[in-house]
């Protein structure tokens, strides 16, 4: 997933040129830790897009980390934010799955990250979204690593 969004960074950099800007901050312990695919591009792609809405420079910062026993995914912007609305529609949805199907282009990316995080990983996923208005918007996902029967999407572990 960290090379997958370093290629993906390094093309937004040569379309973007000097209106942005992606800092990454990767824990070496985190790079060897199988996740499904996919899960941060569409959540910097949005933090990119929004960014843009209302600034003429994006400010991008991803990070891995793994605290205690989990691993921490964050992208976070200085784009517009979101609405404390928004924020609560999108924590309160029960079934991520349904509601990504339902999406008719709001959210859908976010929406898509988390229902398959979801899926995959049980009560063992957990997000946080914590954004102001006009300050920015950061996205975390915490994914638990004490059980020892995760798998890659794609990967056959044997």
Do not use: W
């Amino acid at each position: 997933e960290v090379n997958y969004i370093k290629s993906y960074t390094n093309i937004l950099k040569l379309r973007y040129e000097d209106s942005i800007a992606i800092q990454m901050d990767v824990d070496p312990d985190t790079i060897t830790i199988p996740i499904i695919k996919f899960i941060l591009q569409p959540l910097v792609e949005n933090a990119v897009k929004y960014s843009f809405t209302e600034k003429t420079i994006a400010d991008i910062f991803i990070k891995t980390e793994v605290i205690g026993s989990r691993l921490c995914l964050s992208v976070s912007d200085k784009g517009m934010g979101m609405s404390e609305e928004i924020i609560s529609d999108l924590l309160s949805q029960g079934d991520e799955t349904i509601h990504v199907l339902e999406s008719k282009g709001n959210s859908i990316g976010l929406r898509n990250v988390l229902g398959r995080l979801k899926l995959t990983y049980g009560d063992d996923f957990s997000y946080r979204i914590e954004s102001t208005i006009n300050e920015g918007t950061k996205i975390i996902l915490l994914i638990d690593l004490k059980r020892g029967d995760r798998q890659d999407e794609g990967v056959n572990h044997r």
